[in-house]
């Protein structure tokens, strides 16, 4: 059994629904179906999602917003339209959006519901279409699919408890459609996950049902080495292990939402990136474990946006608890750290600039000076992050030596290395203008030579 | 006004003792002199102090001492002869002898007073040596010098009104040797410095009269850039700073006991390191602030005798106080750690071998899994760590690149690399075994093309 789910641009118009039918007709492991709301496409430059926020808003702040509701009926409409299907659909997505204006909910609830319309809708129309197309396939509410979910609007999590429930999935016949990007709570709210929510979706279902594979289909052919942005048409990755996807995502690699994936890698599901539009392409696998490659570095990720706070101070490693103060006084400021390289009479604490303000780093610095007295302390901003990723790399000769090779070649000053401390990374901070060059010659130096 | 240290082998004949004289009477703001007991030399391969230890030990345990005690005085009064001095210095000193073993202080101050007769004997013959020679010389105690310390027998630490006292001694005139190795508590107890103490006495001093320059007259050269006895005649550093010296004799740079100048350092005395037997060399300075070098690596050293406590969770990263619970674990059981790496999901501390026993490492694991639940935690023996030291490092582009290939034509392999956390240091870890050959390397990358 296979889990599948579409993201936005799978099924953002008429043409696009037509080819995911037609990528469930083509196998039929292909059993749960999750599907994103519509994105954008060549023939929308918005997504629904995003009309359906300003629709909120605007009848919030009591505006007008009759013509977010246009632009979206008529979208619906026209997809429906070219798809040849039931026009009862639509009223009940047009249903579905003035309940909700009608409603007496509180504000944050209200916005889920919200929100939630849009995956919503997708979900009965592609059911109605496979429907159309002559195959068992049925539209199914994540209540009664069994996602149950913590109360946080916005940022549901996942109740364990869910996965008996979505077990129960296996018996049913046909192929199911789920809506995904939302679950209900125990006491009946629909609350929506993080944005990027309907891979989380996917993910839950295909460790519910333990199913043999998750596929996720986007709008590209694979994961890639490098960001293609930086790197025109990198190599393709073709198989990557967890960790290797995790230690990635992480640096900013932009398939994924961090931690959509979790609910599968825990259960060990085998999660496949397939493009819609090509089909064909073998992807990229995402397993457990793999075959040693020869070459052993799979990735590169970088991101911007990072900050070190610097601490000196003279005989500091004779100070038993000098590194434990550091920690607990982020900790009371609920700061989390990235990596905390310490030298003999130095540390230095990395640090994503987006949970620091000004005050908070005032703060930070006046409670480190009071409570530890060192000579420095001080904050560095625009770092950058790069990160390096393969399994085996930590016991192979030379890997450190190209890198370091090619970030010389591109003239970029290593402010920062982190190795070891991970057995699948090596990181290394550089100034955020450098992050692109960077990329660029560590790629010559690891794929492309 | 300097403040010359002559160390053991300065001391140990009467032949060095007239080298010692010689430099002395070279330079008239020679002021200060501060002496080991006789080390090992040419004529003698035992050091003083091991003898006086040994006779102590003997003593308590009621055995036989004499040939100790014989050995000890033929030794002085060999020296005492060859240099043709007054026969009452050698009475004295067999005079302090027996009064030590037949005082009743408790064991660990005797043996205290017993250890520091090697360096107060020296002192006695020196100044009266200089005397001989024609030279306004005076014995002079540490206790009239002004070194007051904390009474912790065998690990003394000076207290910071003995400064004031030391200043005092500008204003008297003529030679001042003083023995090193010791001080007085408030109370009046001998107390002994850690091993290595006569550095630690010439410190203090130096810093207490706020000498020009600290001479530390040794047997060497200079400071080499590596370990001599990794490689043969390594190039002498000429200049360093504190910071580099610190860093570098922290990861066994064999010159000095880690600590020993930091009263030096924090009054800003320059530091030379000189030859008694060549004192034509130049020697190395070692100032607060130096002219950058075109090379900015000034030195490498290396050390054996780490472990590393690896520790892995899945979402490490998102739990606030995770760091910072690591630390306190170690803390509760008084470890101090050097480097602390830590990735996405992963933690290495770095922590010297000695500290640890098998039950320790026992409770530490224990302690982690039944705080954190991680799901791997270990500790891996036999690590080497590798120190790259150098003033401006941090901002040089291509170092790194240099160090990294000089371990891969070595066939190292990088276990770890810190970089970033320090300015003037780059640290590599790496097996024990693969020490030596990483140097050789290193060294032939930096410092031989």
Redesign the interface.
Known sequence: MKVVKFGGSSVADAEQIKKVVNIIQQDEERKLIIVSAPGKSKLYDYKITDQLIKLFEASQESNTYDSYLDSILQRFSEIIHNLNINQAVLTSIEDSIYSVLESHLPPEAKLDEMKAIGEDSSAKIISAYLTECGMEATYLNPKEAGIIVSNEPGNAQVLDESYQQIYKLRKKKGIMVIPGFFGFSKSGELVTFSRGGSDITGSIIAAGVKADLYENFTDVDSVYTVNPNIVHNPKNIDVLTYKEM??LS?AGFSVFHD?AL?PAFKANIPVAIKNTNNPQSEGTYIVAERKQHKQCVVGIASDAGFC?LYI?K??M?????F??KI??IL?EE???????????????VIIHEGQLTPEKEEKIINKINHTLQPDTVQIEHGLGLIMIVGEGM?????V??K???A??QA?????????????V???F?VLEKDINKAIVSLYKVFFAE
Do not use: C, W
């Not at 930590?394 to 030379?398: H, K, M």
């Open positions: 995790r230690e992480y931690e979790i070190s000196h003279y005989l490693n004779r100070e038993i608890g590194g434990r920690f607990e900790e609920n700061i989390s750290f990235e990596h905390a390289p310490s030298g003999i009479d130095d540390m230095s930590l016991n192979t000769v030379g450190t030596q890198a370091t090779t970030l010389k003239d970029v000053n290593i402010r920062m290395i982190n190795q070891g401390s991970s057995e990374s090596m990181m901070g």
